[in-house]
């Protein structure tokens, strides 16, 4: 933000925005458009009719004339009036729709770009900043459709003003005048006219500098709406609440947030309203003011000598008061111009987060035998930004159609071994392939297709059941009944009210059913077992239930799963005696394989963690 910017710099920024949100809301512009052009007629139409009846008034008192010009006086600005207002009201509408469809943007390039940049602290924090600039004074996409509107209205405005008061300067006063006769002087004339834009441009650039500040208080207010977002909802917040009232946080809460007040009236943006951004922008209306008042005494004196009749008065004085009101909007929005600039390289910069991984083309064939095989040839991975490796020289060959258990004690490696598996990252070393081809030749979206996981951390809709086990509106019911209930859930889908569709979490509906932990697990095991890949991936599936549901859910699953590929991710050794192989991760590294009566019989890290953990079996 510190980086001076230039003019070519914001004006392209601007551009390219523009071009951005006309994508996404395409109908706004032209009503925009619109809305700008007679929204910036309008003073003036009022302006030409009140000089035209004075005129008429002051000189020739036509009746006939008279009224003509107060009817097609009224019609106009009554007809500039309605149409200004329904403009205004199918703008603001499109406007509101905007803020949302512009969501898109950011939503649709969360889930485009890279796991890896995904999963970045820096991606979310980059994320946040755009929002919350966005959110504490419209900075960023949205302040480009406000700076189109008033830049538009701005030029159209000086325009109309000068067609308008051409002639303010032009009538000569008569040569009877005397000393006013210096009036008709073009080196005067054009002089005042200099002068007036100058001072004009000065107001705006005043009103430019006052804007300039909010950059500095950027900081200190995304850090106030962060505060705001936390603490500000912390009594809403369903889970704080027990925590809240047993240890009185609720003082350690306002504490906190009492000294760190953003916008309150000693916070940053106080201090700086009552100082330069304040003086600034108080200084940019005295000197407009000024400039009207020049207009009035150059025109009252003009007219006092001669040039013109008292009509011309207020079509001069309605006149150029509202270019020069133009002028200076024109000018300071030079200064709103420069600092969106830098919160829109914010914004692109998150929407240019490139998509570094390399995706191959070839497809992963569904094969009708599903005979798959997956290797992992020496594979190391460190995340991006650590300091050590998360896996380490990994060997491991599995084949379709087999059980195999990925056991280990917390942080050994066993959640990052199924993320390289999946490709939600590229190791660093070594290679993974599938049937002998390296995994990132294949077509990323179909190899992911060959994959079913329940990640430990997992997270249902809310929306009804049976879209959430099959991700989509549409639907097998039958293969979703089955899903359900061979992960355990028959029962429970029976005292559902509306079964299938029967809404999740009440965010929407007051008729939404909440479910506990391990019923939502068995909902995303349903999922996955709706996905009917290849692979199925349980990652710790059984931590939310309990022990009984575990038992019911390992039986059966041996059946369920069928000729599929089965990972299982436990630290519970007793879950993962039925598989085939089972391989220990400690440090980062594969450190034994065999079935579990191999293991057992070997001293070993198994051997020893079995023991530790059997005594809360018998
Ligand atoms: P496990 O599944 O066996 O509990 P993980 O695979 O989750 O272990 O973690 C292996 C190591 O990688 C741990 O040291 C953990 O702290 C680290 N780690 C896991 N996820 C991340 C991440 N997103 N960024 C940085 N380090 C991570």
Redesign the pocket.
């Known amino acids: 933000m510190e980086k001076k910017i230039t003019m070519s710099h914001a004006l392209s920024a601007h551009l390219r925005a523009i071009k951005l949100l006309n994508g996404v809301g395409a109908k706004l512009f032209a009503v925009m458009t619109l809305h700008a052009i007679v929204g910036a007629l309008t003073p003036y139409v009022t302006v030409f009719f009140s000089a035209q009846i004075l005129k008429e008034l002051a000189l020739q008192r036509r009746a006939d004339v008279l009224w003509q010009w107060v009817i097609v006086g009224v019609l106009c600005t009554g007809a500039f009036a309605v149409l200004k207002a329904f403009l205004y009201q199918r703008d603001t509408t499109l406007l509101d729709d905007l803020w949302g469809r512009k969501e898109i943007l950011f939503v649709q390039k969360m889930f485009s770009m890279d796991y890896a940049d995904m ?1 970045q602290q820096t991606t979310h924090d980059l994320r946040a900043q755009i929002r919350q600039t966005e959110n504490w004074s419209g900075w960023g996409l949205m302040r480009v459709l406000e700076t189109y509107e008033a830049g538009l209205k701005s030029v159209i405005g000086i325009l109309s003003g000068i067609a308008l008061t051409v002639s303010l300067f032009t009538s000569p006063v008569p040569d009877t005048a005397g000393g006013f006769t210096i009036l008709n002087s073009p080196v005067f004339i054009l002089v005042l006219a200099a002068v007036m834009v100058l001072v004009s441009m000065l107001a705006g650039a005043c009103s430019a500098k006052s804007t300039s500040y909010w950059s500095g208080a950027a900081e200190a207010a995304t850090f106030g709406n962060r505060l705001f977002g936390f603490f500000g909802f912390i009594g809403t917040h369903k889970g704080r609440g027990t925590d809240i009232r047993m240890y009185n946080q609720q003082h350690l809460v306002s504490a906190y947030w009492d000294k760190n007040r953003a916008f309150g009236t000693n916070g940053a943006i106080g201090k700086l309203a009552r100082g330069p951004l304040g003086i600034y922008s108080g200084l940019g209306t005295g000197i407009t003011v000024l400039v009207t008042g020049s207009v009035y005494v150059f025109t009252c004196l003009k007219a006092w000598a001669g040039a013109f009749d008292v009509g011309s008065i207020t079509q001069y004085v309605g006149a150029a008061t509202a270019m020069a009101g133009s002028i200076f909007e024109l000018t300071s929005l030079i200064g709103t111009l420069k600092t969106n600039t830098g919160y829109l390289d914010n914004t692109f910069r998150f929407l240019d987060i490139p998509n570094a991984m390399y995706q191959g083309s070839l497809t992963t064939e569904k094969r009708s035998d599903r005979q798959y095989e997956v290797e992992f040839r020496d594979v190391s991975f460190k ?1 991006p930004g ?1 300091e ?1 490796w ?1 896996l380490k020289h990994v060997n491991m060959k599995f084949q379709v159609g087999k059980r195999l258990a990925i056991v ?1 004690e ?7 071994f199924i993320k390289l598996l999946c490709r939600l990252y590229d190791p660093q070393e070594g290679q993974i392939l599938l049937n002998g081809i390296d995994i990132r030749k294949y077509n990323y979206r179909d190899y992911m297709d060959i994959f079913s996981i329940v990640f430990q951390d997992f997270q249902l809709i809310s929306q009804p059941l049976g879209n959430n086990v099959a991700s989509s509106a549409v639907y097998d019911e039958v293969k979703v009944r089955k899903a359900l209930i061979d992960a355990g859930l028959g029962d429970r889908l029976e005292t559902m009210p509306d079964g299938l569709n029967t809404q999740l979490y009440k965010d929407f509906t007051e008729n939404g059913v909440e479910i506990s932990g391990g019923e939502a697990q068995k909902i995303a095991i349903a999922r996955a077992l709706y996905k009917d890949a290849p692979f199925i991936i349980l990652d710790e599936p059984t931590a939310a239930l309990d022990p009984i549901a575990e038992a019911e859910i390992y039986a059966k699953f041996n059946d369920i799963v069928g000729d599929k590929t089965a990972i299982y991710i436990s630290h519970r050794l007793s879950s993962c005696r039925f598989c085939d192989k089972i391989a220990v ?1 400690a440090d ?1 590294q594969i450190v034994q394989t065999g079935s579990h009566e191999e293991l057992v019989s070997t001293d070993g890290v198994y051997a020893n963690l079995w023991n530790a953990q059997s005594q809360y079996y018998t």
């Open positions: 999963d995340y650590a050590n998360a280990g917390n942080g050994s490696g066993k959640t990052t991760f980062g």
